[in-house]
């Protein structure tokens, strides 16, 4: 679900940011940042891009069958009201 290669990203922009004597902490903070930023992300309700397209492909599908229903509809309507009027 979640890109560890984003997250070793950012984990790197946190650290780099640090004053140097807090970056010379070394390995153990970096373990201990990884772990907090991959519990706190775990938390948010979050999709992978792959489920996200995946959704986007099936939102546009139903956007293009409800436009046909509803071409379909006022078709129908359109005949309806014809045939009321004879």
Do not use: Y
């Amino acid at each position: 679900m979640l890109d560890p290669k984003k997250l070793e990203q950012v984990a790197r922009q946190i650290q780099g940011a640090l004053p140097q004597g807090v970056r010379d902490l070394g390995e153990d903070f970096d373990k201990k940042l990884r772990s907090l930023l991959q519990s706190q992300l775990g938390k948010l309700d979050l999709v992978s891009r792959e489920e996200f397209d995946i959704q986007t492909q099936v939102l546009l599908r139903t956007r293009e069958k409800l436009a046909k229903m509803e071409q379909r509809v006022s078709t129908l309507e359109a005949h309806f009201s014809e045939d009321k009027n004879e």
